[in-house]
């Protein structure tokens, strides 16, 4: 389910059938939550699924997340090896391990969280699939280990800078952007840098052939 750049930039809920409807959280959720729950979040929806399907405490932990990331009420019953969606009284979706790929899927694309699903090595029939499906998990254990987190990347850096650069946003009104549009503003904020100094730099010495595309600013990014 691939979401179109409006529906991912529009704060309304997108609705998945059989399921219910996935906001994108704003700051202030994330900032109600707390920021290491969000990133504990994160965590679980990289999760190999059969994991957190197998075992009452999984579904419990899962059930917190999807709450955070579905306008309707998931909720986990003993005894049943799926998550139940209900608006009030009325059940208006169930998660199961076959439909919850797709939905983590559409949380990732809401939120531009593009860490990818563990796989279950042991649910794959062929030898030689289930070979290479452990390998590449060793050699995501093996980068997470080498790879240094960007600092300048850090979610409260990116409010810092888009809050302080942007030309109407500010510390007071930056939380009311969903995750999406922040980081959506933060990528507009660095083209835009770019293409001034380009103008300014194509206005004192000119620049290559003479051309200067004077609408790169509102080019699809």
């Known amino acids: 389910m691939k979401l179109s750049y409006f529906e991912l930039?529009?704060?309304?809920?997108?609705?998945?059938?059989?399921?219910?409807?996935?906001?994108c959280p704003t700051l202030r959720d994330v900032s109600s939550l707390g920021h290491l729950n969000y990133l504990q979040c994160l965590n679980i929806l990289t999760m190999e699924p059969r994991t957190l399907f197998s075992s009452t405490e999984g579904?419990?932990?899962?059930?917190?997340?999807?709450?955070?990331?579905i306008k309707e009420n998931v909720v986990s019953l003993p005894d049943h090896p799926v998550l139940f969606v209900k608006n009030k009284d009325t059940n208006v979706g169930t998660i199961t391990l076959d439909n919850y790929?797709?939905?983590?899927?559409?949380?990732?694309?809401?939120?531009?969280?593009?860490?990818a699903m563990r796989e279950d090595a042991s649910k794959v029939k062929s030898k030689k699939a289930a070979e290479i499906?452990?390998?590449?998990?060793n050699g995501?254990?093996?980068?997470?280990?080498?790879?240094?987190?960007d600092e300048n990347m850090e979610l409260?850096?990116?409010?810092?800078?888009?809050?302080?650069?942007?030309?109407?946003?500010?510390m007071i009104n930056i939380w009311d952007l969903t995750i999406f549009q922040l980081w959506d503003c933060f990528q507009r904020l660095l083209n835009?840098?770019?293409?001034d100094m380009q103008a300014m730099a194509a206005v004192t010495w000119g620049s290559k052939d003479?051309?200067?595309?004077?609408?790169?600013w509102c080019k699809k990014l």
């Open 9 to 23: 930039l529009s704060p309304e809920p997108i609705q998945m059938p059989d399921i219910g409807h996935v906001i």
């Open 59 to 69: 579904r419990a932990i899962l059930q917190t997340v999807l709450n955070f990331f």
């Open 101 to 115: 790929p797709e939905l983590c899927n559409v949380i990732c694309q809401r939120i531009k969280h593009s860490a």
């Open 133 to 137: 499906m452990q390998k590449l998990e």
């Open 140 to 149: 995501r254990k093996k980068t997470a280990k080498q790879t240094k987190t």
């Open 156 to 170: 409260a850096n990116i409010i810092s800078a888009v809050a302080n650069k942007s030309p109407s946003l500010n």
């Open 192 to 195: 835009n840098n770019i293409y």
């Open 210 to 216: 003479d051309h200067f595309d004077a609408n790169a």
